[in-house]
């Protein structure tokens, strides 16, 4: 042990009084946990806590308070604590990018996937490191967590020690967890611990256990009290900011301690610069094989991204269970197992939300994760997509069975407002490609950009391949496909993925003045000059896409799109009864024009 139980006292008072000083300057903020927990996570930080190769997730990230104290003691540059939750200050819970803070926590149970895929990143890349984190009793009552706790103890993450902070209180009252969450961790497969977690003897030799653990993932019951030494102790309002400033500031008196400051500093000595993710230097060509006039570009997905991996391409991907009807596991997939963790293809079980967070990980410790499910179930991992984009992560979502086309699996199978809801996301690439050159493109654009996640949406059927123009600029997000035999346009249909074949057939009914527009990107196309817009937007336009209109009248003149639940039948019979009949659009048109 480098520290003692009386140094290690020290330091964590020293820890307090930074976080409630931070606290107290912020006027808002979670003092609770900074006053119950501080002990556990001195102890990790300061006699655990191999810079550089370890990592630390917060998953309590309301807990930020109490991170960036250690993070200050450990010689990180995490801000102004006295600018904590204010503009330019550290934000009110933690971010990747500030120095030291490993992911982005906050909404429960977030941090406990990020730190699954950490674990898991370290198990594939063959090191010794560990991956350490708290976790609150709301991080345990959310199904992400859930989700999470069951693939690491399938897949026997050792590495991985998850301290929970239970104190037996949340905001409303007493926590509702798990009758009995030893049990239930036992059952999943970790080896369960439980200390006081104020006993910083007893801290130290499980989590020296811990590192002996030779099959398992280790789990610390940290028996704690929310906001010890306060009046508020062992109470739900001591979740928050709800101490006076007067006692505040006596616990900030209380707990200042220059000893351990000090003791500090020796850690500070050892720290190592932040991980960051590497980019993809060269991004091999790969050549579709040929294909037939009518195939889905779920397909045409596939054979892209077999043809990667062909190459020795290092991508990590994997599949809420869908692997075979979404395309990802290909020719050239090996799986990833508890046994043998060389291949390059995961698993997850029916687990999309603990996939998408667990995809967060990987990218965090520099591997480039794809996972794939369909596109309506996006909705039950939405919360960690937009937490990579928040985080600048470089994951890829490939989503499948893209619209009512689907047909006999019916309304709760059809997705209707789940690809413009992906498209509101800040900072997500959201591609629908129509043809080999789209999804190619889809693909190269995603590995390209490591800063912003991607989603490339898929149809499940074949439909009939419109070829790409070899003169067009792709990458602008929206193209001519089929341009007007007229000189002056009179209308412009926008179209994406297996709508672009059907707005052809509208044009054709239309006369020579119709052009169609592909948009494999919204975001590119809206990025690009107002020339090129208006080259590409020409006389009246009407878009049609199997989704919900709205969001295409920054666009168009008028809209073809689906406003409500579809209905089950073969999908060409579902397609033609909620509107997408070439006839009836080109008649349509032709009253608004």
């Given amino acids: 042990m480098k520290f003692d139980a009386k140094q290690l006292k020290d330091m964590s008072n020293a820890v307090r009084a930074w976080a409630v000083h931070a606290v107290r300057m912020a006027r808002s903020g979670h003092v609770g946990i900074v006053l119950g927990a501080a002990d556990v996570v001195t102890t990790v930080f300061a ?14 990230g309301h807990g930020s308070a109490l991170l960036y104290s250690v993070l200050k003691m450990c010689g990180y540059d995490v801000g102004d604590l006295n600018a904590f939750r204010k503009i330019g200050g550290p934000a009110g819970h933690p971010e990747y990018g500030t120095p030291g803070v490993d992911a982005t926590t906050g909404p429960l149970g977030q941090g406990v996937g990020n730190a699954v895929g950490l674990a898991l990143a370290e198990k ?30 399938r897949y026997g993450l050792n590495n991985l020690v998850l301290l929970w902070d239970d104190n037996g209180i949340s905001i409303d009252g007493a926590a509702m967890t798990d009758v009995d969450v030893a049990a239930r961790m036992a059952a999943a497969g970790f080896h369960v611990l439980r200390v006081a977690g104020d006993d910083f003897a007893k801290i130290n030799r499980a989590l020296t256990a811990a590192q002996k653990s030779s099959s398992a993932p280790v789990f610390i019951q940290c028996c704690t009290q929310i906001g010890r030494g306060s009046s508020l102790a062992g109470k739900s309002k001591a979740h928050g900011n709800a101490l006076s400033d007067s006692e505040m500031m006596q616990l900030v008196e209380k707990y200042l301690c220059p000893r351990g400051e000090s003791l500090w500093a020796k850690v500070a000595a050892d720290k190592k610069d932040v991980f960051r993710a590497a980019a993809i230097e060269n991004i091999p060509n790969v050549s579709l094989p040929p294909v037939g006039e009518y195939v889905s570009t779920r397909e045409l997905s596939g054979m892209y991204l077999n043809g990667l991996l062909k190459t020795g391409l290092r991508l990590i991907g994997g599949s809420a269970d869908l692997g075979g009807s979404t395309n990802v596991r290909v020719e050239n997939s090996r799986e990833i197992t508890a046994d043998d963790f060389t291949g390059n293809y995961i698993n997850y079980g029916v687990r999309e939300h603990a996939m998408g967070a667990i995809m967060n990980g990987l990218s965090i410790a520099g591997l480039h994760p794809y996972g794939s499910t369909f596109l309506v179930f996006s909705d039950y991992m939405r919360p960690s997509i937009r937490l990579a984009a928040l985080s600048g992560l470089s994951v890829i979502y490939v ?3 893209d619209s009512i086309a689907v047909g006999e699996d019916g309304p709760t199978h059809q997705p209707i ?4 809801s992906l498209r509101l996301i800040p900072g997500l690439n959201v591609f ?20 912003h996640p991607s989603a490339i949406i898929l149809s499940r059927q074949a439909f009939k391949q ?34 672009v074949p059907l707005a052809v057939e509208v044009a054709a009914r239309l006369g020579d003045a119709v052009q169609v527009v592909s948009v494999p990107s919204v975001a590119d196309f809206r990025a690009q000059d107002s020339e090129y817009k208006n080259k590409m937007l020409a006389g009246f336009v009407v878009a049609i896409e199997a989704a919900a209109s709205a969001p295409w009248f920054e666009f168009a003149d008028a809209v073809v799109g689906i406003d409500n639940f579809g209905v089950s039948g073969p999908g060409a ?21």
């Fill in 47 to 60: 006699n655990f806590m191999r810079f550089g190769r370890d990592r630390f997730v917060m998953s309590a």
């Fill in 124 to 153: 594939i890349n063959k090191t010794d490191a560990r991956v350490y984190c708290l976790c609150s009793d709301g991080d345990l009552m959310e199904g992400v967590a859930q989700e999470s706790i069951a693939f690491a103890g």
């Fill in 399 to 401: 989503f499948t069975h």
């Fill in 417 to 420: 407002e789940q690809l413009p």
């Fill in 432 to 451: 629908r490609p129509c043809n080999g050159l789209e999804v190619a493109y889809a693909w190269r654009r995603a590995l390209a950009d490591i800063s």
């Fill in 466 to 499: 419109i070829p790409t123009p070899l003169d067009v600029e792709i990458g602008r997000g929206a193209y001519i496909i089929h341009p007007a035999r007229a000189r002056r346009v009179r209308a412009t249909i926008l179209a994406t993925g297996s709508e």
């Fill in 573 to 593: 019979e579902v397609y033609a009864r909620m509107g997408f009949d070439a006839d009836i659009i080109a008649r349509d048109i032709k009253a608004k024009m």
